[in-house]
């Protein structure tokens, strides 16, 4: 489309208009304007009276919403350019529209901010939740066959169940496998055998040996540890370890047990031996915090610890004597204590000669 100069009397002098659609534009003050045979175009009118393509651009933007495509239409508005000029001339109902957008925009922007700083908040908040969630959380251990046998959801115990040695937290599937339910035998058990050869016999469920498994049966094995482990994604809170048996150590090797060793093929963690009474316990069947690097009894780990025990004491002469010639009657019955004490948490692996 073309427009012509359009002078007006009325005006300051020397300003000039143009007429477009019926409608005078003036030029801002001072321009100068260059016409060819009295006529120019939309774009030089454009490059006249904006300084930038940014007003356009944003009226682009503007109009390319849903609901101000729907006032556009309704007052008539041909394309972006006409709707430019309109504005530029203060015209009444762009100006409506330009401001009604605009507040659009505000409320747009601080609407989604807001979501998105309470989003970031309550994400920062569950992340937050979730990783004391993780620090609460036993770390992994070792389990003994007896030892896992407790943990079968009595007394309200948790419920663990290992799979090719995996011990498998199923607390959250009480359903199935807590007190009263069809698959509580598998409760505390390592139940590979028993639910590779989908038995319930106490004979499969007691032996936890799968090396005569038959294909068939090496399947089923492997269809349930998926489920436990993938599908259901019950949390691996350890490792079922069988525990040496019939050591017989001096004291100079069992300083070599402190848990601070590699830890062997198949375990979680390095052994923790400690001695009483001739006894040598792996405490690092789930005492590995007190009696590990950093635990209140670290001191007793690697020792023949009867007479530091039998007198309760953490003095360097005690831990260091295997002396209980002087021991009073009670510190024998404490030292006889710890001996029960330990013997029903951890596993005797041998024997101090």
């Known amino acids: 489309m073309e427009a012509k100069i359009i002078p007006d009397k009325d005006l300051k002098a020397g300003q000039q208009y143009i007429e477009i659609a019926g409608q005078k534009i003036p030029f801002p003050e001072g321009e100068n304007i260059t016409v060819l045979d009295g006529k120019f175009t939309y774009m030089d009118v454009i490059n006249m009276v904006s300084s930038s393509l940014s007003i356009e651009e944003n009226i682009e933007k503007f109009l390319s919403i849903s609901i101000v495509k729907d006032i556009v239409s309704a007052l008539k508005i041909l394309n972006t350019r006409d709707f430019f000029f309109r504005v530029m001339s203060f015209e009444r109902g762009a100006v409506i529209v330009v401001t009604f957008i605009s507040l659009l925009t505000i409320i747009f922007i601080h609407v989604i901010f807001n979501s998105s ?34 943990y079968n959801g009595k007394d309200d115990k948790p419920i663990y169940i290992a799979l090719r040695g995996d011990v498998f937290d199923v607390s959250s599937a009480k359903d199935f496998y807590g007190e009263g339910s069809g698959y509580h035998c598998f409760a505390g058990r390592e139940a590979s055998r028993a639910m590779a050869k989908l038995s319930f016999e106490e004979s499969e469920l007691s032996n936890p040996d799968i090396n005569d498994l038959s294909k068939f049966e090496q399947n089923q094995l492997e269809e349930w540890y998926d489920k436990f482990k993938h599908y259901r994604s019950y949390p691996v809170i350890g490792r079922v370890s069988v525990p040496p048996k019939n050591l017989k150590l001096k004291r100079l090797e069992l300083s070599e047990y402190k848990g601070l060793q590699e830890v062997p093929a198949g375990r979680v963690d390095a052994p923790i031996y400690v001695g009483i009474n001739s006894h040598i316990f792996d405490v690092s069947f789930g005492g590995k915090e007190f009696y590990g690097e950093g635990g209140p009894y670290f001191c007793f780990a690697g020792i023949d610890a009867s007479r530091a025990l039998a007198k309760m004491s953490f003095k360097e002469e005690d831990l260091t004597s295997t002396d209980l010639s002087d021991l009073t009657p009670d510190q024998r019955k404490t030292l006889d204590d710890w001996d029960k004490r330990l013997s029903s948490k951890y596993p005797i692996v041998g024997t101090i000669i």
Not at 119 to 135: H, V
Request: proline share 6%; no cysteine; hydrophobic share 10%.
């Open 117 to 150: 700083s309470n989003s970031d908040s309550d994400n920062g908040s569950n992340n937050k939740e979730k990783e004391e969630e993780e620090e609460k959380k036993d770390p992994p251990r070792d389990f003994t066959i007896d030892q896992l046998r407790e």
